[in-house]
């Protein structure tokens, strides 16, 4: 299984970045995808997450409203639309998959057994 994230790059504060996640290697159909960030020095957190048989998205309460994933199960492709971004979403951008059919979970780091490399985001004030 490959995921490989892609997109990022230096980006002003308030401005617009899309990160895309190619996923190969397996069918996705019982798994959630998910994209997580980690911060210097900080652990990585959940930004979003998505069942990949139903489209069903949960999102911790902090990126609500400027962060938007979605999947092109053809393509097997996931994407990130990430607005009006600020200095504190500098990170490491992983695209992550784990086998997970319900929103139970979805926001567990050690339910996702597959891990692409990172892209990374640098937003600049």
């Known amino acids: 299984v490959q995921l490989q994230a892609s997109g990022g790059g230096l980006v002003r504060a308030g401005g617009s970045l899309r990160l895309s996640c190619a996923a190969s290697g397996r069918t996705f159909s019982n798994y959630a995808m998910g994209w997580f960030r980690q911060a210097p020095g900080k652990g990585r957190e959940l930004v979003a997450s998505?069942?990949?048989?139903?489209?069903?998205?949960y999102y911790p309460d902090a990126e609500k409203g400027r962060f938007t994933i979605s999947r092109d199960n053809a393509k097997n492709m996931m994407y990130l639309q990430m607005n009006a971004l600020k200095p504190e979403d500098t990170a490491i951008y992983y695209c992550a998959a784990g086998p997970l059919t319900t929103t139970q979970d979805m926001d567990v780091m050690n339910r996702y057994v597959y891990w692409g490399q990172g892209t990374q985001v640098t937003v600049s004030s």
């Open positions: 998505i069942l990949w048989s139903d489209s069903t998205i």
